[in-house]
């Protein structure tokens, strides 16, 4: 093989490397590429999802104080509960001392 025929192998090589990397980059991008209905279908979808992020947290806040005013509620109603029924002892034990007084009069 000479000087030419050297230099010429080179280069139909190169050339061929050449074409199969432009060839290879070409179905590349021509699979990886992204239309523009995706983009704006990705786009829209990321709104949809920033919205339902919104509002998941304000119904946790919603539920979070309504919680907190039910709990409150629900001790308000103990206390009064408890109130009541201390007051229903002490008039239950009132009604006994009278039943008692009046027994001792009939029979005195």
Known sequence: MNRTEFIIATAVILMVAFCMGWFANWLLHRFTRVSKSDVSELERMS???HDAE????????YLQ???AEL???LTQTEAELSAAMEGLRD????????RM????MQNA
């Open 65 to 67: 104080q309504r919680e």
């Open 54 to 61: 919104e509002t998941r947290d304000q119904a946790i806040t």
């Open 47 to 49: 709104q949809e999802l």
């Open 91 to 98: 008039a239950r034990h009132e009604a006994e001392e009278l």
């Open 101 to 104: 007084y009046v027994e001792r």
């Open 71 to 73: 709990t409150n509620q």
